[in-house]
């Protein structure tokens, strides 16, 4: 059982928009940074999203993070087909002495 | 270019050690912190740890604690993890990855490209 919660799967056509939702708490995402992971098949993962709703050089804009309160999401627009991955959320935790959590992960399939 | 290399699959019995490496280059290794994080078959992502490669404070997951050791060796710019007293369910792909800035504004970039520990009798 992880300590953020997320849909364990998402899907959308070609050129959709779709989006990933991650809930935690008070410790976590609600006084914590958010951080999103994409993971190809068979790859490691690799950044996405860092806090919050900062891109790393190299990450499409059509990728973006939002936070509110012990929630985040991912949104992803103009689906394409190389996007179809795993999506991991994570936080720190104050409660839990300098430790990270996950999310389940998101299996994103681009029908 | 940043880049991390961990050493090759293994396969251990029940009960056995591991030490899985993460060598760094790239960057200064001791500006940075590294994170274990590990993925057993089909299933998410499971933080492990964490070890500061300035001062050596490492901090564990609670489950691991007494069974895992995070070490680094500065003049190699090379990260440890060791796990004790393997169990079937310790068998999973154990990825490493550089953490700045050290605490809970950093993020995890760039990631090695994974170990396979196999724990089978």
């Known amino acids: 059982q992880s300590v953020l919660t997320q849909p364990p799967s998402a899907s959308g056509t070609p050129g959709q928009r779709v989006t990933i939702s991650c809930s935690g708490s008070s410790s976590n995402i609600g006084s914590n940074y958010v951080y999103w992971y994409q993971q190809l098949p068979g790859t490691a993962p690799k950044l996405l999203i860092y806090?919050?709703?900062q891109r790393p050089s190299g990450v499409p804009d059509r990728f973006s993070g939002s936070k509110s309160g012990t929630s985040a999401s991912l949104a992803i627009s103009g689906l394409r087909s190389e996007d179809e991955a795993d999506y991991y959320c994570?936080?720190?935790?104050?409660?839990?002495?300098?430790?990270?959590?996950f999310g389940g992960g998101t299996k994103l399939t681009v029908l | 270019q940043v880049q991390l290399v961990q050493s090759g699959a293994e396969v251990k019995k029940p009960g056995a050690s591991v030490k899985v490496s993460c060598k760094a280059s790239g960057y200064t290794f001791t500006s940075y912190g590294i994170s274990w994080v590990r993925q057993a078959p089909g299933q998410g992502l499971e933080w492990m740890g964490w070890?500061?490669?300035?001062?050596?404070?490492?901090n564990y997951a609670q489950k691991l604690q007494g069974r895992v050791t995070m070490t680094t060796d500065t003049s190699t710019s090379t990260a440890y993890m060791e796990l004790r007293s393997l169990r079937s369910d310790d068998t999973a792909v154990y990825y490493c990855a550089s953490w700045a800035p050290l605490g809970p504004g950093g993020w995890f970039d760039p990631w090695g490209q994974g170990t396979l520990v196999t724990v089978s009798s």
């Open positions: 994570a936080a720190w935790d104050d409660s839990l002495s300098g430790s990270w959590v």
């Open positions: 806090r919050n709703n």
């Open positions: 070890i500061s490669a300035y001062n050596g404070n490492t």
